[in-house]
């Protein structure tokens, strides 16, 4: 595999590899900025359009933060390590019930096996090409909730811990797994009540984490690795060009650029387009996976015939969908 010393000049490496404080924490306000600049317009403004909207802006900051997390997870969101894990948890990883410790000891596993037997993230990847049919299906679930509510459910459960465990028992297990993201979701609520508007608790936070924001990680999760080679570093994940209107509701900070991300993952995110810029001025571009957009991702990823969808496929079975998330990996097979 190229080293990144082989495919950038020292110079390039020296910008690329800069972490910077005030950039990591601009992105994180930005995305919160715009979710309560959002719920503000629809206080100002309330009627279904505007709720839909709304709720699909969210959603896309909601996977904002899980992306900022991520770089966090890396410890390259900002240059000082104690302000790099203080936004990665409190501002980004627990307001999605996540937890930036346990997402970087799964996440990295998916760095070290990338597309290969041992990542933990061949899951969400293997069973494509689908059928245009099984991707209706799996949208329909996205954007009513049902993945998401199974899930958090999921979750929850093994938050709670086992039969075996006393209330006590219970409850120190919960605390454990998710008690300070749970206590960011109270003072979230506590915030909007404050603020006359408990009701967007549920309706501008919760729904869209549960629809849109579910989504959108589906088709996130296609663009990144379904359908690569899994033999070459620069093919085995994916960069999507993206338009103004992508990055608004479907790819937030810099998130398209992930073949870039898998051969420097210690490239900050705000530093993938400079990356791309460099590695193209390099001779690289042609080598690289890459997507115009993401219509064109999908309708790859969906070019199997609708005459192959298998009849068990059309059984709503909670019990076959992918259960996990970000946070600790993913298990069982999503087959509808």
């Given at each position: 595999m190229s080293t990144a010393s082989t495919l950038l000049s020292p110079s390039q490496l020296a910008i690329v590899r800069k972490r910077s404080d005030l950039r990591g924490l601009l992105a994180v306000g930005h995305a919160w900025v715009v979710i309560f600049g959002t719920m503000a317009l629809v206080a100002l403004f309330s009627n279904p359009l505007t709720y839909l909207l709304a709720i699909a802006i969210i959603g896309a900051r909601q996977l904002g933060l899980a992306i900022l997390m991520h770089d966090g997870a890396h410890g390259i969101l900002t240059e000082n390590p104690r302000l790099n894990n203080f936004l990665s948890q409190w501002l980004c990883a627990y307001p999605m019930l996540a937890e930036t410790g346990a997402y970087r000891r799964y996440h990295l596993k998916h760095h070290a096996h990338t597309q290969q037997a041992d990542d933990p993230d061949l899951i969400l990847s293997a069973p494509f090409p689908i059928t245009r049919k099984s991707?209706?299906?799996?949208?329909?679930?996205?954007?009513?909730?049902?993945?998401?509510?199974?899930?958090?459910?999921?979750?929850?459960?093994?938050?709670?811990?086992?039969?075996?465990?006393?209330?006590?028992?219970?409850?120190?297990?919960?605390?454990?797994?998710?008690?300070?993201?749970?206590?960011?979701?109270?003072?979230?609520?506590?915030?909007?009540?404050?603020?006359?508007?408990?009701?967007?608790?549920?309706?501008?936070?919760?729904?869209?984490?549960?629809?849109?924001?579910?989504?959108?990680?589906?088709?996130?999760?296609?663009?990144?690795?379904a359908m690569v080679d899994s033999d070459d570093p620069f093919r085995n994940a994916r960069t999507t060009q993206t338009s103004f209107l992508e990055r608004a509701f479907i790819a937030p900070y810099w998130?398209?650029?992930?073949?870039?991300?898998?051969?420097?993952?210690?490239?900050?995110?705000?530093?993938?387009?400079?990356?791309?810029?460099?590695?193209?001025?390099?001779?690289?571009?042609?080598?690289?996976?890459?997507?115009?957009?993401y219509w064109s991702v999908l309708t790859m990823a969906t070019s199997r015939p609708d005459d192959e969808d298998k009849p068990g496929d059309l059984v709503h079975n909670a019990r076959r969908r992918v259960v996990g998330d970000f946070n600790e990996g993913f298990s069982k097979p999503d087959a509808a």
């Open positions: 991707f209706r299906r799996k949208m329909i679930r996205d954007l009513t909730g049902q993945t998401g509510y199974q899930q958090r459910k999921a979750q929850i459960l093994n938050a709670w811990g086992g039969p075996e465990l006393t209330l006590s028992g219970h409850l120190a297990h919960y605390w454990k797994k998710l008690g300070r993201a749970t206590s960011f979701q109270l003072g979230l609520l506590v915030l909007l009540s404050l603020a006359g508007r408990w009701d967007f608790f549920f309706t501008l936070w919760l729904l869209p984490m549960l629809t849109w924001h579910q989504a959108i990680t589906r088709i996130r999760n296609i663009a990144e690795h998130v398209n650029y992930h073949v870039e991300h898998h051969l420097m993952m210690w490239v900050p995110c705000y530093n993938l387009p400079a990356t791309r810029r460099f590695l193209i001025a390099n001779g690289y571009g042609e080598r690289m996976e890459s997507k115009p957009n």
